[in-house]
């Protein structure tokens, strides 16, 4: 697996690779769910605190769409990107 972190845009066999690989979250790397998106106000606070908490220390990236399991990338977790779009997440 080419170095995930090195990559300026990334393609769906990137994530598929994270899975079949079993790559560990990590203080630069989370997983998260598509559970985790909603229109909730106490999922749109919890998204703030991620993004805060990157942005707080070393970086990193978020990965919306994929199921942990034992902090490891374990399936894909589909999001709809109608509802929950880049700007959306933006706002």
Do not use: C, P
């Amino acid at each position: 697996m080419r170095n995930f972190f090195s990559q300026e845009n990334y393609e769906q066999r990137d994530i598929l690779e994270l899975i079949a690989a079993g790559a560990e979250e990590s203080i630069n790397l989370d997983f998260k769910a598509s559970g985790s998106l909603d229109q909730l106000d106490s999922r749109k606070n919890e998204i703030s605190k991620d993004v805060s908490a990157f942005a707080n220390s070393d970086g990193g990236i978020i990965i919306y769409g994929i199921a942990e399991a034992n902090h490891k990338a374990a399936a894909l977790s589909l999001i709809d990107g109608t509802v929950y779009t880049k700007e959306w997440l933006e706002q």
